[in-house]
């Protein structure tokens, strides 16, 4: 029998340690605050976990809610990102499709986090470029959740070279 942690599997260089060491995602449990009940049915799927399920579909190019789950359940680094040992359960693909389309429908927060993390990660100079708010200046695809729309002039952040 050989004994091993989660946090041994992963490599020191991982680009999602990187990611983790850097971006701090402490902010959506409060900014999706208004859309939970704390009284009301039975206990939901925790956001953080959620949204950061999502940052790996969108990050990693997974489109599919089924596929994402599937890769969770097998990738180690995922499920260390997650905060997931090895023998948690991966919250189903229904649980986030749920989310996405009832939850948050008609809603900016995807677009809200997304630009948080990308302003974190401008910060760390983990990327370069700019971003405006455009969820402030222009409506959006509906289907579209963690769009990159191109930005505009007004309400830019650059990022000094």
Known sequence: MEIVTIE???????????????IDFSFIPEKVRPYYSEDNG???????????????????????????????????????????????????????????????????????VFDEIVLQAMDHRMVAGRLDQPHLSRPRSKRCIWSYCPPSISNEKRVSS
């Open 8 to 22: 041994e599997l992963v490599p020191e260089n991982h680009l999602l340690r990187k990611i983790d060491q850097y």
């Open 42 to 112: 039975h206990p939901s799927l925790d956001p953080l976990v959620l949204f950061k399920m999502m940052f790996i579909g969108y990050f990693y190019g997974i489109r599919s809610e089924r596929e994402l789950e599937r890769q969770i359940q097998t990738n180690v680094a995922y499920r260390w990102f997650l905060g997931l040992n090895l023998t948690d359960a991966v919250p189903h693909h229904l649980t986030i499709s749920w989310n996405r389309r009832t939850r948050f429908k008609d809603t900016d927060i995807f677009q809200e």
